[in-house]
DNA sequence: ATTTTCGAGATTTTT
DNA sequence: TCTCGAAAAT
């Protein structure tokens, strides 16, 4: 029973309300994961659910397998398979289901960067190049276009057979159409599905087969839904419809956390629950267990700058301890040198180097002058990001010739036919996409066709040829280590490799061939089973081999905690982003500072520099420091206030939007007299306030009159 | 005539 | 790291 000790009464009441719709609206620290694994531990403990009855949807794999290893160190080993993502939950449900929508069991996950492949030929293919439309809006224009109705697109063209769709794209007027069209015939040809389709096709099918969803909806007992204000539409829709039967739908989350708007979050989702489910209870979970009250009185005024939030008093429990420091340095080098100066003070005075992170907006705000300093100075650390293991190129390019043989796929081919050089060039290529385009298939097999013609005559096409089809016809009688090298051996890849000198790199490719192998133990795993795998878990939480700084960004920080949380580049146009030029973006880089705050346990230090940006304007610090409270911080340079002159931020938010009032503020209307401003809706542009005298909540335009009444900081209900 | 190499410039966040 | 373009190499 040790799952339920040490819980407090709040958290108790989550674990053992187990029936029907529950929201727990959570605080930074509040022990959120541990309400959730307890429940689980009760649910499986008390009640005799069996794992295989509860779907756990949490955000990444990482939090999927913190989980797992806690209900296992209560429970002992268990199968805890349906503790994942929602996509991992898809690739399981549609690996067995998708055949209804004549797709093979074996389709092909792709990724982002797939998709930018296919359009990047499209676009070559139309010879269409405009400064307007180019391939990531393309990208962005064709999911956005998908989210709106989830099926629609899925009854249109996944359904339609090939010759029909190519149709339909070829009589397409617009570009932007055409685009579209031409897009999703390119990625059924392969029988391709991006991480929307994974959720969508899932949908569609619950939506549409009842003879599939029922017996589903009914294994499916208990929906748990972790980090909740960073889910999708479309996941929430997801969760409901295997929710449906027995209604017992649980959901944690803090709308403050919202930093996924850009996936397709809503802070709307988790505010609106209980609309969606009337008899919903609601659990706040507010005291913060992590940090000192310093970091939580400058991180909550931060916060509460924010319109679009559930108004809440964080209360600690942390004894008291130093004030954030903010340190303003003159240039970026003298700003990563503070940094480092006081990361060498906290080591030297006993903190332990895995108890350090530098967090920061966006990787481009670790340069190469951070990393050389933390060399020069003999500091191990470890960068969480970009060129994560999966990212690397030569793990990409092993990949793909993997999927060479499992799919001979057009994106793969790309990033291989010419590793190493083969001399095949531009024109070749060219000449393969003409005939791949004539004559509708894929250019691997146009370069199968055309292998004995003049042009390919002098180049190593052959060999590269040889090597996928001999993998392919052998693929069974080898396990999947010995198929990668075979591979290797027969295209010299690895001996390019070896030539070109960097051990980094067959190091890497090493310990690829060691996850193969570990993966093929188990003989029932096929090669389309391991791509799957590296195309949903592409952050494999690899251990940190010694003690070490960690570097990251405010994403990938998220749901972590350390002791000393170093939050770098708080500039104006790094964060807040200079790409986020909209209130309701503002107040997601705001949240975004307020999550990189609520990591830190005991130190927090914040810092910018002065200098120029890459577009040539002078930084500044960023808005977020001044709206901690300065009286909040401790600053290492005399307070210098010019810094946040009134044109320091300029057109940022807009001018309108600037004085709106907030959340629980008391006001008077000239004919309906005094009122609690319930929410403030940007879209509609309205205030919606609760007056005295109304029975009802009404809704007031922004520009009417209202006196203020006086400002408050507490909290409605 | 083609392919390869090399330097410069830019880059939000991720399942 | 990736892309682009121009110069160098086949």
Known sequence: MDYLTGLNERQKEAVTTTEGAV???AGPGAGKTRALTSRYCYLVDNYG??????????????????????????????????????????????????????????????????????????????????????????????????????????????????????????????????????????QKKIYGCDFNDLIAFTIYILENFPDISQPWREKIQYVMVDEFQDVSARQYKLARLLAGYHGNIFIVGDPDQTIYSWRGAHVHLFLDFPKKYPQAITIDLGLNYRSTPEIVKAADRLINHNVLRLPRILETIRPSGPKPVYFHADSDHLENDWVIQQIERLRDAGTALNDIAIIYRAHSVVTRDIEEILTTKKIPYRIYSGTEFYARMEIKDAVCYLRMVAYGDDASFLRTHNVPSRKIGRKSLNFLREQAEERGISLYQALKDNLGSERFRATAANHYVRAIEYVRANLKRLSLDNALQSLFDLTGYEQSQRLGGDQDRLDNLAEFKRHLKDFSEDDEATLEDFLTRTALFSNIDRQPLTESVKLMTIHAAKGLEFKRVFLIGLSEGILPSRRSQDPEEMEEERRLTYVAMTRAIDGLYLSDSAGKTTDGHYKRP????????????????????????????????????????????????????????????????VYVIKFEKMSTERSVRFDTSLTLLKPTDVAIH
């Open 23 to 25: 929201r727990v609206a």
């Open 622 to 685: 960023s808005r977020f420091i001044a709206q901690m409270g300065l009286d909040n911080l401790e600053f290492v340079h005399p307070l210098d206030k010019s810094l946040w002159a009134s044109n320091a931020h300029p057109t940022r938010e807009l001018p309108n939007l600037d004085n709106l009032l907030t959340v629980g503020e008391l006001v008077v209307h000239q004919a309906m007299g005094p009122g609690q401003i319930i929410r403030v809706d940007l879209d509609n542009r």
């Open 49 to 186: 659910i069996s794992p295989r009855q509860i779907l756990t949807s949490t955000f990444t794999n990482k939090a999927a397998n913190e989980m797992k290893r806690r209900v296992q160190g209560y429970l002992g080993d268990l199968d805890l398979g349906y503790i994942c993502t929602f996509h991992a939950f898809c690739a399981q449900f549609l690996k067995d289901e998708i055949h209804v929508l004549n797709f093979p069991k074996n389709f092909q996950i792709i990724d982002t960067e797939d998709q930018k492949h296919m359009l990047a030929r499209i676009f070559e293919d139309m010879k269409f190049t405009s400064r307007d439309l180019t391939i990531k809006k393309a990208l962005d224009t064709i999911l956005e276009a998908r989210k709106l109705e989830a099926g629609s697109y899925i009854d249109y063209f996944y359904l339609m057979d090939n010759e029909r769709l190519k149709r339909a794209y070829l009589a397409a007027t617009t570009i932007e159409d055409q685009i579209f069209l031409r897009y999703l015939y390119e």
